[in-house]
């Protein structure tokens, strides 16, 4: 049963997205029905979430195993308190060829009843319920009028964001989540007062299942996406180098490179916005790693060429001289398109495209940057051509001293047909394609096998600078 059929998008972006996955390289290769299919599977599969819950382990901290049998203690003997949202007893695989990821199945949809009492969340926190979590208060958009801690709830997503804070019902388009619990009453979560904090409602018949994480050793394991943390093993840090990570918030890839290299070295962590510094800064202290230093800085002007030769190398905050650091990665702020799940995208187009220059422009720096024999990695959440492959080609053609290098690993599929890259260039990216399985035979049905293509949508590219 398919519960959230396809996303919403707007339908100037509907076209938009079709034509890359019709373009003509791609038609000639795999033909129109193909083409079509593809196009219709990803519209599916970004609605739903990927069937796997994947936690990055602290292997700087302590061995795989040793966390393995830890996380399941703790989620198990949540479930025992009835705290969890699963039934049966968690079972948690270590990835075949990642060695420090550990994989939990997500299952659903499962059939739920739904009642008559209704709770509506913003989408962001709807697309986080459906990934495990509970319903954090800040998240609730309208509850019933008389609601009181206790009394079991419908929660339902707002697709459009439409539902104004504090309503009483929303008729407006919407999904359903599951049934929980509420924590609080309505007073409470809408105080004018005191915003509201911690849980709204406990999930305890979720329409996908797996166990919550909140605040399950924080130290040893660290939820992120799969594609997110190849990136940092593509990456390659090793010990004693100095590493830039341009757009580092909330940093869950800075210190994924930190604990690469055993924190022996240095990493660089910029972003431009202020406030996500702070969560940088907690993370790493979180996951106790000392080699992070985190700025609030706009990389596009992160190149001092001035001070060649006259600045310490090691001690100075951005803007730093040409050919700084061993390896740049370049996580591209992005339009997204890959993240899963998502039912709806209310951007317009104009926004959707508003970031290959940016992106561009943050590439220009990052090659100044980079030392002469260092390593680039470019990586984005999306599944446009012109934020991906467009870019590899562009960045060949402005930046000859560049050229691709195989990844390792390589666990996703090679880039998309459409920007003239060559067959020899394709087989060099990595794009994680969950359309590519969705819904077809060849999916495997049962983790491992299963989480490396059942996915977000993303794409790494890496570059050697001679
Ligand atoms: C894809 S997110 C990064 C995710 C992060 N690498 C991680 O793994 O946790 C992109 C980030 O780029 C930041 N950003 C956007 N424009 C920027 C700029 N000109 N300079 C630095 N950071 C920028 C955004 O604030 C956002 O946090």
Known sequence: MSVFPRISLKPEVNDYLKNVFLNKELLAAVGLQEAESRFQRLLTCLAHPPGHTCVRASTHLAPLMEIRHKLEEELNKQQMCGASTGEVSVKILPHPSIPDVLLLPVT????????????????QCGSAVLRGAHVFAPGIMASPKFMKSGDVVSVFSDLEGKCTRGAKSFQGKRAFLGNGVAEMDRSSIFCPDEP???IGVRMVEPLYQSPSFDGVLPSLAFLQNLPSVVVGHVLGPCPGERILDMCAAPGGKTCHIAALMGDQGEVVALDRIRNKIDRIRQN??????HSIKAYCFNSTQAVNSSCVSLCPVHTAGPPFPPESFDRVLLD???????QR???AVTWSLKEICSYQPLQRKLFRAAVQLLKKGGVLVYSTCTVTLAENEEQVAW???????LTLQPQDPHIGAEGMLG????????RLLQRFSPELSWDQADMPTALPGKA?????????AKFLKN
């Open 108 to 123: 659903g949809p499962r059939p739920v009843q739904q009642l008559s009492s209704e709770v509506v969340v913003g989408a």
């Open 196 to 198: 509201a904090k911690g």
């Open 284 to 289: 790493a202290q979180t996951l106790h790693l």
């Open 332 to 338: 591209a702020p992005c339009s997204g398109l890959g």
């Open 341 to 343: 799940p998502n039912m």
């Open 395 to 401: 960045a060949l053609d402005t930046f000859p001293q």
């Open 419 to 426: 920007a003239g890259l060559s067959p020899e260039q394709l």
């Open 452 to 460: 490396n293509r059942d996915t977000i949508g993303f794409f790494i």
